[in-house]
């Protein structure tokens, strides 16, 4: 794949720029698998910080960089003779000029994520998935409440028994009277 920059060659002091019409970095079409193995090493070599959202944006970071290092085949960046494609030169006029580094890592990503984030992340979420328990253990939601048994009254009970008095039960069956 053709990547158009605009032009990082070096100027000689008072001319013009060497490609006013741009460069052309050429991605391979696909990483060979040390290259790709490469990425997704980059990957789990950032340190981890504590913070989850630097720690992704640095991981990502980290595989779009190696991305460049291991996805550029060619150039024709020049200065005065062709500039050879290595991990310096690479730093010295892609990753020190921001927008060109970012079309190139922009395009780099486009293709090839789906070699090496995509499968990765297959492979996170499958490994994580959870296992059925067979009986439920959470707490079910949304369900109706069973209504609540009230209590039976007291099991002693008063009855008035015209004039011999208050006959009184107890539980164990056996009754007393008092006088009124």
Not at 107 to 131: D, F, G, K
Not at 133 to 159: C, D, E, L, N, W
């Amino acid at each position: 794949m053709d990547v158009l920059i605009p032009c990082p060659c070096p100027v000689a002091e008072g001319d013009e720029p060497r490609h006013p019409d741009g460069d052309t970095v050429t991605l391979k079409d696909r990483l060979g698998f040390e290259e790709a193995a490469a990425c997704k090493q980059a990957i789990q070599l950032v340190e981890d910080s504590g913070d989850m959202n630097d720690l992704t944006a640095r991981r990502i970071a980290a595989v779009v960089t190696q991305y460049m290092f291991s996805g550029i085949a060619s150039w024709t960046l020049q200065n005065g003779a062709a500039i050879p494609v290595t991990a310096g030169n690479i730093r010295k006029y892609l990753m020190s000029d921001f927008v060109a580094g970012d079309i190139v890592s922009s395009e780099a990503e486009t293709l090839y994520n789906p070699q090496v984030l995509i499968p990765l992340a297959n492979r996170v979420a499958t490994s994580s998935r959870p296992t059925p328990t067979g009986v439920s253990t959470s707490a079910t939601t949304g369900s109706t409440r069973s209504s609540r048994k009230h209590s039976s009254r007291s099991s002693t009970t008063t009855t008035r028994t015209g004039d011999t008095g208050m006959t009184f039960s107890q539980p164990d069956g056996d009754s007393s009277t008092s006088q009124s």
